[in-house]
Every structure is written in structure tokens, then in C-alpha cells.
């Protein structure tokens, strides 16, 4: 079964910066659409950013500027550079994938920013 597993996260100050890892054990060069998502307590889970297999980029208007996802097929990871981290950033950001087989989840990483 294919896996998607996220590191990378973890405690930091506001203002400072994180970087998530999404290793796949599938061929991500065969993906449409590859994405990360976070939900915070009490909220539903939202997008954060995504990126295509052409490469076509988008982000939440909450992280535009700050964040930025990038794709290493030759590697099978997808990766989210984080910067200018906000308290409300802090979430349980998630890595998914999207082909013409189905659509794949990680189990989530933990990130915390704070004040």
C-alpha cells in the first residue's frame, strides 16, 4: 500500500521557520496533484498549498509570501519551506497525493509556534 510519510515538524518561535518533508513510497512523477494541508483544534481541515504535475503552484491566502512547496520527483518527496511562522500556524499539517489510482494521506506532523 502506498505511504506517504511527513517529517519536519515540531516547536518553534513565532517569526521563525520550519521545513516539512513528505517522503512517498509511490511514483509522485504520476501524481496530478500533490498537496499539504493543516487542521488546528476545532477546525476543519483546510489547504495550505499544492502543487501540480506540471509544477502549477497555490497557496492559502494565509501563507501566500511565507510559505512555499516544492516537488522532487527523482527523490519521491514533496516538501513545504515555512517562513515567518504566526501562532496561528500552528496545526497538524498533513501531505496528500492525488493520481489515477485514488488519493493518498499522510499520518500528520505536529507543527507549534509560539508567541
Known amino acids: 500500500q502506498a505511504q506517504l510519510v511527513e517529517s519536519g515538524g515540531g516547536l518553534v518561535q513565532a517569526g521563525g521557520s520550519l521545513r516539512l518533508s513528505c517522503a512517498a513510497s509511490?511514483?509522485?512523477?504520476?501524481?496530478?496533484?500533490m498537496a499539504w494541508y493543516r487542521q488546528a483544534p476545532g477546525k476543519q481541515r483546510e489547504l495550505v498549498a499544492s502543487?501540480?504535475?506540471?509544477?502549477?503552484?497555490n497557496y492559502a491566502d494565509s501563507v501566500k509570501g511565507r510559505f512555499t512547496i516544492s516537488r522532487d520527483n527523482a527523490k519521491k518527496t514533496v516538501s513545504l519551506q515555512m517562513n515567518k511562522l504566526k501562532p496561528e500556524d500552528t496545526a497538524v499539517f498533513y501531505c496528500a497525493a492525488w493520481g489515477s489510482l485514488g488519493s493518498y494521506w499522510g499520518q500528520g506532523t505536529q507543527v507549534t509556534v509560539s508567541s
Open positions: 502543487i501540480t504535475r506540471g509544477g502549477t503552484t
Open positions: 509511490l511514483n509522485i512523477a504520476s501524481m496530478n496533484f
